[in-house]
């Protein structure tokens, strides 16, 4: 089962605009990770924050949790062509030795 | 360095057969995960490894599905009697820590289909 629930399932922007993704979960978790797949292949570790945490920043990217909202958003600014791609957010439990759970992930296209 | 590392790339068989997909973890990593991702989905779960033994086998589907890593290092899912719907990549991907919560680095997939 998939915990993570994105939104939209496919965006279209152009170039240099601004791509917002947002992501939904269900339990307590102790982190949630952004990842990158190009082409269906390899995903490629975005960036985590942590459940005590409220807003990360690695370059263009900017992520948000809300854990009383159970949802965690991604802003990728002045985007690129090469930002193409699929973005998943995965949940990590509160608990357990449960991994990651993935969900089905947001298809970014820009447009140059 | 050297990432994860999956072979082969492609896999085509017949229902019916089997199969070995294998996984070369970065090295030092501790802990190993399989997982499925069909077209149009993410990541689906099915087995972590720490160390030698399975953390949580309770993503495979099924018991035509075995998962081993002997020593440690290098992994391998196994697929008895392929059927048609285990058509798919298989993701293979490592983490340094043993809690399933760390970042993960993922190689670039199997992609097995089934005739």
């Known amino acids: 089962s998939q915990q993570g629930e994105e939104d939209p399932q496919a965006l279209s922007i152009q170039e240099g605009e601004n791509a917002t993704m947002n992501c939904s979960y269900k339990t307590s978790i102790n982190n949630l990770q952004w990842y990158r797949q190009n082409s269906g292949r390899g995903l490629v570790h975005l960036i985590l924050i942590r459940s005590n945490e409220r807003e990360k920043h690695s370059g263009r990217l900017r992520v948000t949790l809300d854990t009383s909202k159970k949802s965690s958003s991604l802003l990728i600014t002045a985007s690129r062509a090469a930002d193409t791609a699929s973005y998943f957010c995965?949940?990590?439990?509160?608990?357990?030795?449960?991994?990651?759970?993935f969900g089905k992930g947001t298809r970014l296209s820009v447009i140059a | 360095g050297a990432g994860v590392s999956q072979t082969p790339s492609n896999k085509v068989t017949e229902k019916g057969k089997y199969v070995e997909l294998r996984c070369d973890p970065i090295?030092?990593?501790?802990?190993l995960y399989w997982y499925r991702q069909s077209l149009g989905q993410g990541p689906e779960f099915l087995i972590y490894?720490?160390?030698?033994?399975?953390?949580?086998d309770s993503g495979l589907p099924n018991d035509r599905f075995f998962a081993v890593r002997p020593e440690g290092s290098v992994s391998t899912l196994k697929i008895q009697r392929t059927e048609r719907g285990d058509s798919a990549v298989y993701l293979c991907?490592?983490?340094?820590?043993?809690?399933?919560?760390?970042?993960?680095?993922f190689g670039p997939g199997t992609r097995l289909t089934v005739t």
């Open positions: 995965a949940t990590a439990p509160y608990s357990g030795n449960t991994p990651l759970v």
């Open positions: 991907a490592s983490s340094l820590g043993t809690s399933g919560r760390e970042e993960q680095y």
């Open positions: 490894f720490q160390g030698t033994g399975a953390a949580d």
């Open positions: 090295s030092g990593h501790t802990a």
